[in-house]
């Protein structure tokens, strides 16, 4: 229980990580990246943000982008065709409806990460706190 904080803090940053990554390599897809990012600016401000980090940190890291947008592309593809379709609904059907197990996976950390930051400053404040009840002896 007295490390309760940092478990909560690492648990964050994963989910930050994770949304990150995988956002933005959804924004960087060839076909429908700029469909969902265009939708996520006007409609989605969350996904907008991890968006815009993510494709800067995919961008910089070759790896992350590869694995970013292979797990969009399972997350999302069965949307493409709507999307591509009408670009503007793109945020509505993404948080919709769930189409398989990895979109439910990038819905549920999309949440995670801010219920996280909330849980990491709870937890932080009521972090145990060093007790002296004698001063320092010189």
Known sequence: MRHLHWYVIVLFLLAL????????????????????????????????????????????VPVLDQWGQQHATAALSDGFARIHDDPAVAMDLVFSKTWNSQH????????????????????????PKKVSLMGRRR
Not at 18 to 31: I, K, Q, S
Not at 117 to 127: C, D, G, P
């Open 17 to 60: 990580g994770y949304d990150f990554v995988v956002w933005g390599g959804a924004a960087r897809l060839p076909d429908v990246g700029p469909h969902l990012l265009g939708s996520a600016r006007q409609e989605g401000p969350l996904a907008y943000f991890y968006m815009s980090i993510g494709s800067m940190l995919d961008q910089a």
């Open 104 to 127: 439910a996976t990038l819905k549920f950390f999309h949440w995670a990460a801010p219920a996280l930051a909330v849980l990491s400053v709870v937890f932080w404040m009521r972090r």
